[in-house]
Each structure stands twice: as structure tokens, then as C-alpha cells.
């Protein structure tokens, strides 16, 4: 689902950096990205629980996403 962060942001959620697992929660994967704190809770996301998929603004998908060989669906997104 999508939401915003201001709505719904929890401790716990994360995004995938690579393939092998390589996990950072949404709160650094923000800060690293040099969002003003005050920005973030307007950071629009599209979410599975916790696992977050895409970040639109930062360009951000995550890695356990990535379309390759062995993909059998695709699941596409837009914002307008």
C-alpha cells in the first residue's frame, strides 16, 4: 500500500540494499539520503508491511525487488 510517512511510519521499517539480504531501516536509508528532518514525514512510500519497496523521491526500489532472470510478474507503480 502506499502511504505517507507522516501517516504511518513505524521503527521497524526497512528496505533491502542488495540482493543478499543486506537490510537498512527507512529512518537511515533517509538520513543518508540528506532529507531534512522536517521533510521526511512528507516522503511518500509504497510499502508491503514493513518492507519498503520504492521510494519515489530518492529513486529508491528495493533490492529484494529487482527485476531478473528468473522474474515471473512485474508489478508496476505510478504517481500522478
Same mark, same amino acid.
Given at each position: 500500500?502506499s +502511504?505517507? $510517512?507522516? &501517516?504511518?511510519?513505524?521503527?521497524? =521499517?526497512?528496505?533491502w540494499?542488495?540482493?543478499?539480504? !543486506?537490510?537498512?531501516?527507512?529512518? +537511515?536509508? $533517509?538520513? &543518508?539520503?540528506k532529507?531534512?528532518? =522536517?521533510?521526511?514525514?512528507?516522503i511518500?512510500?509504497? !510499502?508491503?508491511?514493513?518492507?519498503i519497496?520504492?521510494?519515489?523521491?530518492?529513486?529508491?526500489?528495493?533490492?529484494?525487488?529487482y527485476?531478473?532472470?528468473?522474474?515471473?510478474?512485474?508489478?508496476?507503480?505510478?504517481?500522478?
Amino acid at each position: 500500500a502506499s +502511504r505517507g $510517512l507522516g &501517516d504511518v511510519y513505524k521503527r521497524q =521499517d526497512y528496505m533491502w540494499l542488495r540482493t543478499d539480504g !543486506a537490510k537498512k531501516k527507512l529512518s +537511515r536509508v $533517509l538520513i &543518508d539520503s540528506k532529507v531534512p528532518a =522536517d521533510e521526511r514525514k512528507d516522503i511518500l512510500v509504497l !510499502a508491503e508491511g514493513s518492507h519498503i519497496l520504492w521510494i519515489p523521491e530518492l529513486a529508491r526500489c528495493s533490492a529484494y525487488y529487482y527485476i531478473d532472470e528468473n522474474t515471473k510478474k512485474v508489478l508496476c507503480a505510478s504517481i500522478y
